[in-house]
């Protein structure tokens, strides 16, 4: 687990694993290739309940971010995050409290929050410990296309009064992802944009340009 992390931590593209978008007898590879593309962090986000299948993937993902030193975060599952040994979790409004998600995985743990177009969930993350936050969806989104709409300046406000990494999600191509890194984000998280491309490695190369 990376330890000692600075505000900066999260820079760079944060790749989103997706089992609809990613075929099984290719999944590692494929991320593989993101990685090798430039992705800085990825997250594992697998919402079938095929347990032995999640935790499988997630063990050989943290074998293969621990090879390249990359960040490994987990959606949702805080158990699964701490039995494979992954730097962290993110959580939804919906899921474990971040207050139970510290509990389990210890303090040098990762934990991200979704705040959606919310600055004021944001506040409350960070002063309850959060690693980072989320805000999206920025553009419009093929994997949630009905997710709450976030505004360009919520990353501003962000920016100017939270000290901690802003990540930003929805719809993110390598061709709108800059004004979103000029008005405040430190990270832009992909799914579609990369996963659900023919060329993983050379998208992700065009997305790592933007930093």
């Given at each position: 687990?990376?330890?000692?992390?600075?505000?900066?931590?999260?820079?760079?593209?944060?790749?989103?694993?997706?089992?609809?978008?990613?075929?099984?007898?290719?999944?590692?590879?494929?991320?593989?290739?993101?990685?090798?593309?430039?992705?800085?962090?990825?997250?594992?986000?697998?919402?079938?309940?095929?347990?032995?299948?999640?935790?499988?993937?997630?063990?050989?993902?943290?074998?293969?971010?621990?090879?390249?030193?990359?960040?490994?975060?987990?959606?949702?599952?805080?158990?699964?995050?701490?039995?494979?040994?992954?730097?962290?979790?993110?959580?939804?409004?919906?899921?474990?409290?971040?207050?139970?998600?510290?509990?389990?995985?210890?303090?040098?743990?990762?934990?991200?929050?979704?705040?959606?177009?919310?600055?004021?969930?944001?506040?409350?993350?960070?002063?309850?410990?959060?690693?980072?936050?989320?805000?999206?969806?920025?553009?419009?989104?093929q994997i949630k296309p009905d997710a709450v709409q976030a505004n360009v300046d919520?990353?501003?406000?962000?920016?100017?009064n939270l000290n901690c990494p802003i990540v930003a999600i929805g719809g993110i191509?390598?061709?709108?992802?800059?004004?979103?890194?000029?008005?405040?984000?430190?990270?832009?998280?992909?799914?579609?944009?990369?996963?659900?491309?023919?060329?993983?490695?050379?998208?992700?190369?065009?997305?790592?340009?933007?930093?």
């Amino acid at each position: 687990m990376i330890q000692n992390l600075k505000p900066s931590f999260l820079r760079g593209l944060y790749a989103i694993t997706d089992s609809r978008l990613i075929p099984k007898d290719k999944f590692i590879s494929t991320v593989e290739q993101a990685i090798i593309g430039g992705a800085s962090v990825v997250q594992y986000r697998d919402k079938t309940d095929d347990d032995k299948r999640r935790f499988e993937q997630a063990l050989a993902l943290n074998q293969l971010c621990q090879e390249y030193k990359r960040l490994l975060i987990i959606n949702d599952d805080v158990e699964l995050a701490r039995e494979v040994g992954a730097d962290g979790v993110h959580i939804g409004q919906d899921d474990a409290s971040l207050k139970t998600a510290r509990a389990v995985l210890g303090e040098q743990a990762i934990i991200g929050v979704s705040c959606y177009n919310q600055f004021a969930l944001a506040q409350e993350a960070v002063e309850a410990g959060a690693s980072y936050v989320a805000f999206g969806r920025f553009f419009s989104s093929q994997i949630k296309p009905d997710a709450v709409q976030a505004n360009v300046d919520l990353l501003h406000e962000a920016r100017e009064n939270l000290n901690c990494p802003i990540v930003a999600i929805g719809g993110i191509t390598p061709d709108n992802g800059a004004q979103l890194l000029a008005a405040g984000a430190d990270s832009l998280a992909v799914i579609q944009g990369l996963f659900g491309q023919a060329d993983v490695m050379a998208v992700a190369q065009r997305y790592a340009r933007l930093f």
